[in-house]
C-alpha cells in the first residue's frame, strides 16, 4: 500500500489515520524463505505532515509461523512492533540524530507502507524460536546422536577430561602406593 506525498499534505486533519490489514506473506516470503507462513498484518497508526518532512507511527501485529530451533516443526508466534520513522524529500537538509524515529530519505514522491512493514517484521524476528512443549522436554535425538544444551556439553567434557588419565603417569601411581 502506497501513499502519496501529496495524500498525506492534502488530508484535511493534522493527522492521516490508519487502521489496514496487509497480506504480505509473498512478498516476505521471497526476504526469508525460512518462514513457513504469516497472517496478514493489522498496521493501526498514523502519518503526520510536519514542515517538509513526513512521520509515521504506528503498530503492526501479525502470527508468523517458524521453524522450531530444536525439531524443525512450525512454531506459530504472535509478533507486535512499533515503528517510528520520519521520511525527508530528496534533497531536503536533516541531521538522523535530532529525531527519536528513524530517518529515511524518500527516493519517489510516494511512501511505501509495505516495504516499512516487511523491514520492521524481519528486523524483529525471534532467532531462536522453541515450541511450547520443547522447552522443558527431552531434546531431540536419533541413532547415535542427540542434542544436548550448552551447559550438558561443558559438563560432559569435564567429565571426560576427569576419566581419562594419562597412560604414562598410571605407573607413577604404584610409585606412590609402594612407598606408603
Partial sequence: MKWT??????????????????????????RDDSIIHMDPVRVVGYFV??????????????????P?????KPVPVEISVPIRERYFLPG????????????????????DLDAAVIDALLLNMPIRVIAP??????????????????EAYHAQKVEEQVE?????????????????
Fill in 5 to 30: 506525498i501529496r495524500q498525506i499534505r492534502e488530508h484535511k486533519d493534522d493527522l492521516l489515520n490508519l487502521d489496514v490489514e496487509l497480506s504480505l506473506f509473498d512478498q516476505i516470503k521471497l
Fill in 68 to 72: 522450531s530451533s530444536r525439531s524443525l
Fill in 49 to 66: 505532515p510536519y514542515e517538509q518532512d513526513i512521520v509515521l507511527h504506528c503498530q503492526l501485529t501479525t502470527v508468523i509461523t517458524l
Fill in 92 to 111: 531536503q537538509a536533516y541531521n538522523a540524530e535530532d529525531y527519536e524515529e528513524t530517518a529515511i530519505e524518500l527516493e519517489f514522491d510516494y511512501i
Fill in 164 to 180: 581419562s588419565v594419562d597412560p604414562r603417569f598410571e605407573a607413577l601411581k604404584t610409585l606412590k602406593l609402594d612407598n606408603e
Fill in 133 to 150: 512443549d520443547e522447552e522443558n522436554g527431552a531434546m531431540p535425538s536419533g541413532n547415535n546422536w542427540t542434542v544436548v544444551t550448552e
